[in-house]
């Protein structure tokens, strides 16, 4: 597979590091005396950037959260004057202050070439038509992918979010090639175009997506893949890290994130050590090139694993896998955190019980219970208790194996479990820690 | 041979242990004048199968079904036994004999002597052994 960049991409990974440990130190050399905010932090750590003399000394530097933006907001933790910002994008956030990013030209350009990088690594290039689904405007999308598709000298369709019969019109008339939105977006495109009467298989030249934003799984994957006859790619960012940065290359093995623009590392959430290769844990990203609002060791949230083989299309870059929670989901049962979406997926491949489920956490003596409540599926039902004891220790193992935590379950009546979604009705934790 | 009159409709319940399942699958069935004849309940740990032979196993289905229940018909015999020890071994030994699996049973008392239900693997064949065996097996017609 051809590269944007094949000098960067296909670098040694010792040569990578070296340009990783070379922009990390002129980066904290930068922030300690230029950033009161970002200064008084590392005195407070007891770091000074002379004490960074290997790569994996980042570690000695402190975290930064996203309510480090909040606190700051609007722009108190800028590192660039307002003359030499080009853009602001602004999200809402769920817990109500909204936080503002704020780019420099050489930020964009920083974010463009991640794209371009990404979207030539799943082939597509001049000659294509990209239809640009996600929202333009505060949020960081629908802009961010349209730099990133001129860019590579793609063709921009910018449709935006809405009108979806309109955009159908359009993919077809236009002939995009390629869609880049929420998956539920193009679950919902796919939907009112078979009302249509469109075939999205037969009547439009739409061969890829790239699809992001929100949370989704293989299984959507294939289904989307197979329904609509085209190749999904799942693409990540956060508008910390100036919006969607890293797609998955044409392997569909994970996102490469590009070491010379940010140094990613997965952590243990609760003790904040570093984890091994193929651990799962919380990603922590440095952005090694950004100058009006620099990230060091920010704490996304986001739980997932890191694989630092070459990858089989040649680049050498890191590769994250798909997102599988969120952290502030995590339970820890017995010393291993446990994440709800990691039954999720479990249930989905046993098809005697439903989808819904309920978590039961307590404490007998030191150590905790954990049980996962299922909905028996009607058609399930036998009247022989064996063959109900049999589907409940296959629900049992297929958790287990999926946590590598023993859990009890309860099969219940369908229809019993609270329909909500979230931990707080998902997760009954009595323990009283 | 008309082995289908012997075959009975028996609805089968899933059930949460939970205080007031069962009061709640007697109140449901009262309120449909569905009579339960004779019923048990099997219980695993944590969850538990309600058996019954009501007069009016459709009705019945329905109406728990409506309520929220789980709910299957199963196809059961009945033995009426003799009024004498080991009766319950004879019919397990021509059936265990016959290559017939019990899945499981229960009895009840019925207006002349003890009744016995049974839930086998292969129920043609039971009904065919235990009718040569000389016992008397209960036609579906007593119960609905
Ligand atoms: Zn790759």
């Known amino acids: ?433 | 041979m008309d082995a289908q009159k012997f075959v009975i409709r028996q609805i089968s319940i899933f059930s949460e242990n939970r205080p007031g399942r069962l009061a709640s699958i007697a109140q449901a069935l009262g309120e449909e004048n569905v009579n339960i004849l004779a019923f048990s309940i099997a219980e695993a740990n944590g969850f538990g199968v309600v058996r019954a032979l009501v007069d009016h196993p459709e009705k019945a289905y329905e109406k728990l079904t409506s309520c929220g229940f789980n709910v299957a018909f199963t196809d059961v015999i009945a033995v009426q036994m003799k009024d004498k020890p080991g009766g319950l071994f004879e019919i397990a030994k021509v059936l265990g004999d016959a290559g017939v699996n019990i899945e499981y049973s229960y009895a009840y008392s019925g207006k002349k002597a003890a009744v016995l239900i049974l839930r086998v693997d292969h129920i043609d064949d039971a009904i065919e052994k235990i009718q040569k065996s000389g016992a008397t097996l209960l036609e579906r017609s007593i119960f609905h």
Request: proline residues 4%; charged residues 25%.
């Open chain 1, 1 to 433: 597979m051809r590269c944007w960049d094949p000098r960067i991409e296909e670098m040694s990974k010792e040569d990578l590091q070296k340009m990783q440990y070379k922009l990390l130190k002129s980066l904290v050399y930068r922030l300690y005396s230029f950033s009161p905010f970002y200064h008084d932090r590392m005195k407070k750590q007891n770091v000074h950037p002379d004490d960074i003399r290997e790569l994996s000394d980042v570690k000695k530097l402190p975290f930064m959260f996203k309510r480090d933006l909040r606190d700051n907001y609007p722009d108190k933790i800028f590192t660039a004057s307002q003359e030499e910002l080009v853009r602001y994008h602004v999200s809402s956030g769920t817990t109500g202050k909204p936080t503002v990013v704020a780019y420099t030209q050489n930020d964009l350009n920083t974010w463009t070439t991640s794209l371009a990088r990404g979207l030539t690594s799943i082939g597509l290039g001049r000659g294509d038509v990209i239809q640009v689904s996600y929202g333009y405007g505060l949020f960081t999308g629908g802009l961010g992918m349209h730099y990133g598709a001129e860019r590579i000298g793609a063709t921009v369709l910018p449709t935006s979010v809405g009108n979806t019969e309109r955009q159908i019109e359009l993919m077809q008339d236009l002939g995009a090639t390629a869609i880049a939105c929420t998956p539920s977006y193009l679950l919902h495109i796919g939907e009112v175009a078979e009302k249509m009467g469109v075939n999205i298989k037969t009547d439009t030249k739409l061969r890829t997506g790239i699809l992001g934003a929100e949370p989704w799984t293989d299984g959507m994957r294939i289904r989307i893949q197979d329904w609509l006859g085209i190749r999904a790619y799942d693409i990540y960012g956060t508008s910390e890290l100036s919006g969607p940065m890293f797609t998955e290359c044409a392997e569909q093995k994970g996102f490469h994130v590009w070491s010379d623009i940010a140094l990613v590392e997965v952590i243990d959430p609760k003790t904040e050590e570093p984890l091994e290769p193929g651990e799962k844990g919380e990603l922590t990203i440095t952005i090694l090139q950004k100058e009006a609002l620099p990230m060091i060791r920010y704490r996304i949230g986001d739980i997932s694993s890191m694989t630092d083989e070459v990858c089989a299309c040649g680049r050498t870059h890191p590769r994250i896998q798909r997102i599988t929670g969120r952290v502030d989901d995590m339970l820890i049962i017995r010393g291993i955190n446990v994440f709800p979406s990691q039954i999720e997926y479990a249930l989905m491949g046993i098809p005697e019980v439903g989808q819904h489920f309920q978590i039961v956490v307590e404490r007998t003596g030191a150590l905790d219970d954990m049980l996962v409540r299922v909905e028996l599926n009607k058609e399930s039902f036998s009247d022989k208790i064996t063959d109900l004891m049999q589907i409940r220790s296959k629900v049992e193992h297929r958790i287990k194996n999926a946590l590598n935590v023993a859990v009890a379950v309860e099969l219940v009546e369908p229809g019993s479990l609270p329909r909500f979604e979230g931990k707080s009705k998902k997760v009954i934790d009595k323990r009283s820690l």
